[in-house]
């Protein structure tokens, strides 16, 4: 959920179809946490969302702390103590300010060179399950944020490719691990993720930025749609979590996450 340039592309982008994907499974995934929480297939399918977000952070050559980020994140926290929840964890737009805030000092002292940031992986695994009381799947973020990196910069690391597909690899078979815990999926539902977490690591590590003019006008007017769901991220984020969570909490009257 970057920043919103004014010089957009008329043309569809790379970045704008992989923010649509995101959307569009973080909504699947937020029906089953606010509307449907007995479908925890819905919840299984919504794994698929926020590693994105957290890739594209790592990925990004711009890490500024954002007014607009910081605002986004105030409202849902006034949001959230309105329906009477509990203010921690501090929601997701905290921990993108966080990994935005860290991440460069992160990679410097990795000194992004293979066993090191391999070794660091341990570690991590251990702190994202003891930070999520705190902030928003707590650091675990940061595996996908070093994974959009690493993908950024393949071509002035000391890495080949293949170390850095395994590193990716590795980096969201971890944060599987760590959704599986937590969700307790059964075996199908498990097997579901991981398939998809693979997929979704192999299109990651060869991303980049593109355009489709192609693809553009054979939407016609459709595109429009493709722009909303891949530029206006955080506001759609915002209105609809404050908008599922009070659907949840007074209309059905669900004890929402």
Known sequence: MGSLSKNLPSDITSYDLLKTFAIITMIIDHIGAYMMPEFIELRAIGRLSAPVWFFLIGYALNRKLELRLWIGAIILMIGHYLINEETLPLNIL?????IRLTL????????????????????????????????????LGYYCAISGYLVRHKDRLNMDNKQITILVLLAFIAYWMNQTLLFGFNSMNSAFVLFSFFILATILSEFKSKTYPELTEKLGSMKHVVFLTGRRTLEIYVIHVLAFKAFGAFVLGLDVP
């Open 94 to 98: 905290f921990t993108f300010l966080l």
């Open 104 to 139: 460069n000092p992160l990679m410097k002292f990795l000194e992004i060179e293979f066993l090191r940031v391999l070794i660091f992986f341990i570690p991590l695994f251990v702190l994202s399950i003891f930070t999520m009381d705190y902030i928003e799947y707590g650091v």
